[in-house]
């Protein structure tokens, strides 16, 4: 081992948590699968298991799918529940007595009362638990700047509490901590109310038999926003979503509300009664608070879909990457077309593909693409395209850096790396006014290795001339650079 190896290793922010084993309990459905992925990349021993045991599963994931499941709790030092909310507590009796002194158990459930007291009951007392909430879906890509709720427990949470949080946090989470019934209370407006709202919606537009897609046509901003927030509700598993409105018991509270004042606004409307409408939308600005704050970040929303599509428009003709959100798919290639909701892309051929891949024009739906970065679509071009390799050989001028020159080719952006390949003292031949006489110079080659959907003749062109208009000569007649 190198010593500078030796010294990254012994500094423990840099040690993986190897040996701690986690035990995901739901790990086959999607929630489980993309905790599955978190801990793994992390450095963690995962092993997964689900009621169904769809194994396939945990072979895609690469981890073990626990078949013996007592022999899996006993030996694992973190427990997760991440299995639907009406079995949580049953889990928890089947499971908890089981688990190991000195081990966490922790649940991924959207209600923490119930399953906190489950965990309190059954858990061995020298067993950490830890209620759990993260604050998105599976999904979301990455946890960074998502929100996870941690509700600890008096005299139950000691050791394992700051080690989750600190995860979390150097993962770039926002970690909230709070009560069981808080959280509970909290909940029941936050996703209750505005999950009842949203499906509420969907099923107005599905009873007025409205047609939705035409509707699209005389768009404003907040009602396409709208729409995607609803259709993002209706698409994803109903039975998750009836059970948080079912299993959070103060949620009946809030519908009543809602409901009253749906009534009530809507008797507002039927009497023209104008200015008690107004009164009740400044009253519940006035408890809002921030209106204009609001605002502001609704603009910003609004704007970013905007620049993100003039973005796009503005690619037609050239080399774009997308990321397709569900599958996670790379499509990268020429942008032939932009409409309202899709695009036109003729591939880019990859290392290995055949010859039908090649100029093959497909049609993506624009909402499930995500417009890879500059620097994202370089790095997928440089590990998917077969590229040229070439050597430029120059005496470079006296006292000149050949890194510095190097530096200057790595500009090129049709490059996909260049790198010195050989440094020698040679005789550059140069003529003054009166004689001609031998210099020993410096040589460099330069090694350039250049995209695979450039064209190498131009590019080496290119970078020939810079090196010229540098101070270079060329070493040896080079066939591509014009007099």
């Known amino acids: 081992m190198s010593a500078d190896l030796e ?19 739901g ?49 694992s030092d973190i427990v997760i529940v991440s299995v639907p909310i009406n079995v949580t507590e ?3 009796a089947e499971i908890a007595p089981k688990m190991k002194a000195g081990s966490l158990l922790m649940d991924f459930t959207s209600i923490k009362v119930k399953p906190v007291e489950a965990m309190s ?35 139950r949470s000691e050791k394992w509490f700051p080690v989750i949080r600190e995860l979390f946090e150097e993962s770039g989470a ?14 029941s407006v936050v996703q ?14 599905d009873r007025l038999d409205f047609d939705v897609k035409k509707s699209r046509k005389f768009v404003s901003p907040v ?62 600005a006035r408890q809002y608070g921030d209106t204009a704050h609001a605002l502001r970040k609704s603009d910003k929303l609004i704007n970013s879909r905007i620049a993100e599509y003039e973005t796009i428009l503005n690619s037609v003709g050239k080399v774009c990457g997308f990321s397709h959100f569900y599958s996670g798919k790379i499509h990268v290639g020429t942008l032939e077309k932009v409409g309202p909701d899709e695009i036109a892309l003729t591939k880019l051929v990859s290392k290995g593909t055949g010859p039908a891949i090649k100029n093959k024009l497909i049609k993506l739906k624009l909402e499930n693409l995500r417009l890879l970065s500059e620097q994202e679509l370089r790095e997928w071009r440089k590990e998917n395209l077969e590229h040229s390799t070439r050597d430029v050989s120059v005496f470079i001028p006296e006292g000149a850096d050949p890194r510095i020159i190097l530096n200057a080719i790595d500009t090129n952006k049709q490059l996909a790396a260049c790198e010195i390949s050989d440094i020698y003292r040679g005789f550059n031949c140069v003529e003054t006014q009166k004689e001609r006489k031998g210099i020993r110079r410096l040589g460099v080659t330069y090694r350039i290795i250049i995209f695979g959907d450039c064209d190498a003749d131009s590019v080496e062109i290119g970078v ?20």
């Open 223 to 284: 009602y396409d926003i709208m729409l995607d927030f609803v259709g993002r509700i209706l698409g994803q598993n109903p039975y998750l979503y009836a059970l948080i409105q079912m299993e959070n018991p103060g949620i009946l509270e809030v519908h009543k509300a809602f409901i009253r004042e749906c009534e009530e606004l809507s008797s507002l409307v039927q009497a023209h009664d104008e200015e008690g409408f107004v009164r009740k939308m400044k009253a519940a």
């Open 174 to 187: 926002h970690v909230e901590i709070t009560t069981a019934a808080e959280h509970d209370s909290l909940v």
């Open 464 to 483: 020939t001339a810079l090196l010229c208009g540098l101070g270079c000569r060329i070493r040896g007649k080079n066939p591509r650079l014009k007099e």
């Open 27 to 75: 790990g086959t459905g999607e929630m489980g699968q993309w905790f599955t992925r978190f801990f793994k990349e992390r450095g963690y021993e995962v092993t997964v298991w689900g009621k169904g045991g769809k194994t396939e599963i945990a072979r895609k994931l690469e981890v073990p799918f626990a078949s013996d499941l007592e022999t899996a709790v006993l030996e």
């Open 121 to 155: 009951k059954f858990a061995p007392s020298d067993v950490d638990i830890l209620g759990t909430h993260p604050m998105f879906g599976p999904t979301i890509r990455t946890i960074r700047g998502q929100t996870v709720i941690l509700v600890p427990v008096k005299g």
């Open 90 to 92: 049953e889990t928890i």
């Open 192 to 205: 209750g109310l505005t999950h009842f709202a949203y499906i509420s919606i969907g099923t107005t537009i």
């Open 7 to 25: 010294t990254w290793n012994q500094n423990p922010r840099n040690r993986s948590p190897e040996k701690t084993k986690v035990l995901i309990l």
